[in-house]
């Protein structure tokens, strides 16, 4: 006899209606997705979309985080990624999908990835040919997924090269023209966007259209510094001038921040003896100078040895002046004439000469050890601020005095630029005042780590650092930005968020592309 319980009967009913509601759930999420794959196969373009192998489009530089996409592109044509942006433009509303441009994954927090939507390997155009062009206005003109170290090697063959750089070279020009592109030569040249004569662009409604400060000019200054969310840097021309064949290269010493900020305040006015002007802090370092050995020569090498630098908080000036070998006599002069006016530790400078490619390549010999340790592919929270020269001081106060004490995670670069050399046309955001200071801390996390070089330290030591400048009023505005909500957003932009909302209206109207940057919202139509 079977006896059935009320208490049975209703449990049967209930999952019943579950694995009735659940299995309706995913049809209607079958419907949605799995055919926007098959559209999108059905794309006549040169190169090939992958639905497979699609985990590494997650990953980035950062290593925080991960947005698997349904499908990456690699493109052979600049048609083949406007083909491709103008079928999700078409689409519109009915569907979530987005699409990410991805250079060679050196974001920081996943500002290159498109969860479930289509990421584009830019570096798949790397086989465009570069042009070099010479004459009175020498330019290159290059694929938005060409390396900075490529464009190098290129031009110095003929004897030429890019006039603004990054510190890092194996990036690409369409990632860093979309940010802003900054190193040492800042001061004089300004960032690369202010190096830029014409950009190839393919807008979130797939148009490919040629701009420069001539020619569809506001198209051309949204993209420059736009954080990728106009439009794709398919192709730039980019200024060069004549390649010098060798650098000198110098460090120094300072224990008081007063000195060493004023100091390179003078390096970056006037007509600077340098052409490369930054430095760094260095925070309980043992057997400073002794490191430095190993590439460069102590000037004193005696008081060198006995200089002691653990226990203290010490700010190091970077300078870097550009030759050829004829004129080694008179830059040697020159050199010496400009250090005497600086007021660092005497016994702390170091000199050393290296070729104009080594010099540019430095941070590629660090990548390289670090890669051999298995200390590359690490979380990097980092926090890049600029800050306000009359600001710097109270800055460095609170946190080399206060939040920075014991140690650093990584290195802690500081260095003035010039407002004067960046264009207020372009899209990024700087502060008022026309000297401002990058404050870059580059912080390496130790993974499965609970201490002070752990992710968790290092980004609470972040959030000390950004809310100490929010109720400081300091002005700051951070360099690679990354915000939660659209409100914070708004107040980075200030002023500017108007502009930057209608630009975003005009070229990517339906909000597709750049979703990592998390500014805007596609708006989904739900039926």
């Given at each position: 006899?079977?006896?059935?319980?009320?208490?049975?009967?209703?449990?049967?009913v209930?999952?019943?209606f579950?694995?009735?509601?659940?299995s309706?759930?995913?049809?209607k999420?079958?419907?949605?997705?799995?055919?926007i794959?098959?559209?999108?196969?059905?794309?006549?373009i040169?190169?090939?979309?992958?639905?497979?192998?699609v985990?590494?489009?997650?990953?980035?530089?950062?290593?925080?985080y991960?947005?698997?996409?349904?499908?990456?592109?690699?493109?052979?044509?600049?048609?083949?990624?406007?083909?491709?942006?103008?079928?999700?433009?078409?689409?519109?509303?009915?569907?979530?999908?987005?699409?990410?441009a991805?250079?060679?994954?050196?974001?920081?927090?996943g500002?290159?990835?498109?969860?479930?939507?289509?990421?584009?390997?830019?570096?798949?155009?790397?086989?465009?040919?570069?042009?070099?062009?010479?004459?009175?206005?020498?330019?290159?003109?290059?694929?938005?997924?060409e390396?900075?170290?490529n464009?190098?090697?290129?031009?110095?063959k003929?004897?030429?090269?890019?006039?603004?750089?990054?510190?890092?070279?194996?990036l690409?020009?369409?990632?860093?023209l979309s940010?802003?592109?900054?190193?040492?030569?800042?001061?004089?040249?300004?960032?690369?966007?202010s190096n830029?004569?014409?950009?190839?662009?393919?807008?979130?409604?797939?148009e490919?259209v040629?701009?420069s400060?001539?020619q569809?000019?506001?198209?051309?200054?949204?993209?420059?510094g736009?954080?990728?969310?106009?439009?794709?840097?398919?192709?730039a021309?980019?200024?060069?001038?004549?390649?010098?064949?060798?650098?000198?290269?110098?460090r120094?010493?300072?224990?008081?921040f007063?000195?060493?900020?004023r100091d390179?305040?003078?390096?970056i006015?006037?007509q600077?003896?340098?052409?490369?002007?930054?430095?760094?802090?260095?925070?309980?370092?043992?057997?400073?100078?002794?490191?430095?050995?190993?590439?460069?020569?102590?000037?004193?090498?005696?008081?060198?040895?006995?200089?002691?630098?653990?226990?203290?908080?010490?700010?190091c000036?970077?300078?870097?002046?550009y030759?050829?070998?004829?004129?080694?006599?008179?830059?040697?002069?020159e050199?010496?004439?400009?250090?005497?006016?600086?007021?660092?530790?005497?016994?702390?400078?170091?000199?050393?000469?290296?070729?104009?490619?080594?010099?540019?390549?430095?941070?590629?010999?660090?990548?390289i050890?670090?890669?051999?340790?298995?200390?590359w592919?690490?979380?990097h929270p980092?926090?890049?601020?600029?800050?306000p020269?009359s600001?710097?001081?109270?800055?460095?106060q609170?946190v080399?005095g206060?939040?920075?004490?014991?140690?650093?995670?990584?290195?802690i670069?500081?260095?003035p630029?010039?407002?004067?050399?960046?264009?207020?046309?372009t899209s990024?955001?700087?502060p008022?005042?026309?000297?401002?200071?990058?404050?870059?801390?580059?912080?390496?996390?130790?993974p499965?780590?609970?201490?002070?070089?752990g992710?968790?330290?290092i980004?609470?030591?972040?959030?000390?650092?950004l809310?100490?400048?929010?109720?400081?009023g300091?002005g700051?505005?951070?360099?690679?930005?990354?915000?939660?909500?659209?409100?914070?957003?708004?107040?980075?932009?200030?002023?500017?968020?108007?502009?930057?909302?209608?630009?975003?209206?005009t070229?990517?109207?339906?909000?597709?592309l750049?979703?990592?940057q998390?500014?805007?919202?596609k708006?989904?139509?739900?039926?």
């Amino acid at each position: 006899m079977l006896v059935s319980f009320p208490g049975q009967n209703n449990m049967l009913v209930l999952r019943s209606f579950m694995i009735l509601f659940f299995s309706c759930i995913t049809i209607k999420i079958n419907l949605c997705f799995p055919s926007i794959p098959s559209s999108l196969k059905t794309l006549s373009i040169d190169g090939h979309f992958d639905f497979e192998q699609v985990e590494h489009a997650a990953k980035d530089f950062g290593n925080r985080y991960s947005y698997i996409p349904l499908a990456v592109l690699y493109p052979k044509s600049v048609s083949d990624i406007a083909t491709t942006v103008n079928h999700v433009w078409q689409i519109g509303g009915g569907s979530e999908l987005k699409v990410a441009a991805r250079g060679h994954g050196h974001s920081l927090q996943g500002q290159a990835q498109a969860h479930r939507g289509v990421v584009i390997n830019m570096e798949s155009l790397q086989g465009l040919k570069m042009q070099v062009h010479t004459g009175n206005f020498p330019y290159v003109d290059v694929s938005g997924g060409e390396l900075w170290i490529n464009i190098l090697r290129e031009s110095l063959k003929h004897g030429l090269a890019p006039k603004s750089w990054t510190d890092y070279l194996h990036l690409t020009v369409g990632g860093t023209l979309s940010n802003a592109g900054i190193s040492g030569q800042a001061f004089r040249h300004g960032p690369q966007i202010s190096n830029v004569y014409q950009l190839e662009v393919v807008t979130g409604k797939g148009e490919v259209v040629n701009c420069s400060e001539k020619q569809n000019s506001d198209l051309f200054y949204s993209v420059l510094g736009g954080l990728g969310q106009f439009g794709i840097i398919t192709r730039a021309r980019i200024s060069l001038e004549p390649a010098p064949e060798m650098v000198k290269w110098i460090r120094m010493v300072y224990t008081d921040f007063a000195t060493f900020t004023r100091d390179q305040e003078k390096l970056i006015s006037g007509q600077s003896t340098f052409d490369y002007v930054e430095g760094f802090v260095i925070i309980n370092r043992t057997g400073l100078l002794n490191n430095w050995r190993s590439s460069f020569n102590p000037q004193d090498p005696l008081q060198a040895s006995q200089f002691k630098s653990d226990g203290r908080t010490l700010f190091c000036l970077e300078l870097a002046k550009y030759f050829n070998h004829e004129d080694m006599v008179l830059v040697n002069q020159e050199i010496k004439t400009s250090l005497s006016q600086l007021n660092h530790i005497p016994s702390t400078l170091f000199i050393s000469e290296v070729p104009y490619m080594e010099f540019l390549d430095r941070v590629h010999i660090s990548e390289i050890k670090l890669r051999s340790i298995g200390l590359w592919e690490v979380p990097h929270p980092w926090l890049n601020l600029f800050i306000p020269k009359s600001k710097i001081h109270s800055f460095a106060q609170e946190v080399f005095g206060n939040i920075l004490t014991d140690t650093s995670s990584g290195p802690i670069l500081i260095y003035p630029v010039n407002k004067l050399k960046w264009d207020n046309r372009t899209s990024v955001v700087i502060p008022e005042e026309d000297v401002f200071y990058l404050v870059a801390f580059l912080s390496s996390a130790v993974p499965s780590s609970t201490g002070n070089d752990g992710l968790e330290q290092i980004l609470i030591r972040n959030k000390r650092i950004l809310d100490f400048c929010e109720i400081a009023g300091l002005g700051v505005k951070q360099y690679l930005p990354h915000f939660s909500t659209q409100g914070e957003w708004k107040s980075h932009f200030g002023p500017h968020w108007e502009a930057f909302t209608r630009r975003k209206s005009t070229y990517d109207p339906s909000a597709i592309l750049a979703p990592g940057q998390r500014i805007f919202q596609k708006p989904i139509a739900y039926s």
